[in-house]
């Protein structure tokens, strides 16, 4: 379960105000896989890091229930001067999970070869976002937050992390961001549309989707 509780988030960019999240309240129920809809720049990527913990609204507040991961495709949770053998061992004890058992699943999953032993600053964003998807594939979440990371790699890497994280939702849920419509239907069963601050929650997937691409047929 994901509650959100009068969540506000402003930034000021370049002397304007801008507002991402506007009070919003909202309920994502336990289990379920939710499309996180919106257009670019609605602030998408800014609610999952709320979600997850790693960016504090300006006031309201996130109440979830069980374990939760961090952004998946987002490199912040990892230390740039270590390794990503290193940032992966780190992970596994603050979960409290074998550190060689979750190094030797990243170093299978995600193909890094001799990578894997340099210092994560020096990772292209794809790399980061290999290193990120495996760690948290390899560590059993409740719910899974996703930011377009299946998106990265070749045709067989995301297959493979298709198949590995439709396998992990027999048993979790998820908030997923994607731009492929395809690759929603195929992972969620629900959505929640993010415009203009607003957080509008749908049960059905498809009305979701249809709500978001009348958003997106009107400029703004």
């Known amino acids: 379960m994901i509650r959100l509780e009068n969540l506000t988030k402003r930034f000021v960019l370049r002397g304007r105000r801008k507002v991402i999240a506007d009070r919003i309240n909202a309920t994502f129920p336990t289990g379920r896989s939710v499309a996180l809809l919106g257009r670019n720049g609605a602030g998408k990527s800014s609610l999952l890091r709320m979600i997850a913990g790693t960016l504090?609204?300006?006031?309201?507040?996130?109440?979830?229930?069980?374990?939760?991961?961090?952004?998946?495709?987002?490199?912040?949770?990892f230390h740039g001067d270590?390794?990503?053998?290193?940032?992966?061992?780190?992970?596994?004890?603050?979960?409290?999970?074998?550190?060689?058992?979750?190094?030797?699943?990243?170093?299978?999953?995600?193909?890094?070869?001799?990578?894997?032993?340099?210092?994560?600053?020096?990772?292209?964003?794809?790399?980061?976002?290999?290193?990120?998807?495996?760690?948290?594939?390899?560590?059993?979440?409740?719910?899974?937050?996703?930011?377009?990371?299946?998106?990265?790699g070749d045709a067989a890497f995301r297959a493979k992390s298709s198949r590995v994280f439709r396998d992990r939702l027999t048993q979790s849920g998820a908030v997923v961001v994607s731009h492929?419509?395809?690759?929603?239907?195929?992972?969620?069963?629900?959505?929640a549309v993010l415009e203009g601050g607003k957080l509008n929650f749908f049960n059905d997937l498809e009305q979701a989707i249809a709500q978001h691409e009348e958003n997106m047929s009107r400029t703004v």
């Open 56 to 77: 504090d609204p300006t006031s309201g507040r996130v109440v979830t229930g069980g374990t939760m991961s961090w952004p998946v495709g987002f490199g912040g949770s």
């Open 82 to 152: 270590l390794t990503g053998v290193q940032n992966t061992r780190f992970v596994a004890r603050i979960y409290g999970v074998d550190s060689d058992a979750l190094v030797d699943y990243v170093a299978e999953f995600a193909q890094l070869g001799d990578h894997f032993h340099l210092p994560f600053r020096s990772y292209s964003h794809g790399m980061k976002s290999r290193l990120a998807f495996g760690v948290s594939m390899g560590i059993r979440f409740d719910t899974y937050l996703v930011d377009e990371i299946t998106a990265v």
């Open 180 to 191: 492929a419509m395809g690759q929603l239907r195929e992972l969620c069963d629900c959505g």
